[in-house]
C-alpha cells in the first residue's frame, strides 16, 4: 500500500471510530457519570480524527509533529475513557473491549508516526 492510500485509510479509520464511539454511547444506559464519561469520550474520540486530518495538511515537518503530538494526546485519553466505562461497568465488556482494541491500534500507528517525523 502506498503512503498516500495509506493516509486517506487512516482519516477514514479515525473518522468510523468516532462514529462508532457515538453509536456505542447512544446505546449505554445514562446516568449522571455515563454522561460525563460519554461526552469527553465523544469529544476525544472525534477529535483524534479530526486532528489527524488537520496533521495531514501541515505545512513543515513541526507543524505536523505539533499535530501529531494532540491526536496521540486525544487518543490516549479516548483509551482511558473507555477503560473507565469499563471498569466501573457502565459498559457491556464486549462493545467496549471492541472498541479499546481499535483504539490501542490507532494509539500505535500514531504514534509510531509521530516518532518517525524527525
Avoid at 444506559?29 to 460525563?36: C, G, L, T
Avoid at 501541515?58 to 469499563?86: H, P, Q, T
Wanted: aromatic share 12%.
Amino acid at each position: 500500500m502506498d503512503k498516500g492510500t495509506f493516509v486517506e485509510n487512516l482519516k477514514i479509520r479515525t473518522k468510523y471510530f468516532a462514529v462508532d464511539v457515538i453509536h456505542f454511547y447512544n446505546k449505554l444506559d445514562k446516568n449522571e457519570a455515563v454522561r460525563i464519561i460519554g461526552r469527553q469520550l465523544i469529544k476525544s474520540t472525534s477529535s483524534t480524527a479530526a486532528n489527524y486530518r488537520a496533521a495531514c495538511l501541515a505545512r513543515s515537518k513541526n507543524e505536523f509533529f505539533s499535530k501529531m503530538s494532540i491526536v496521540v494526546e486525544e487518543a490516549d485519553e479516548s483509551y482511558f475513557w473507555l477503560e473507565i466505562l469499563k471498569e466501573a461497568k457502565f459498559a457491556p465488556n464486549e462493545g467496549v473491549s471492541k472498541l479499546m482494541v481499535e483504539c490501542l491500534e490507532i494509539l500505535k500507528i500514531m504514534s509510531k508516526a509521530r516518532a518517525n517525523i524527525f
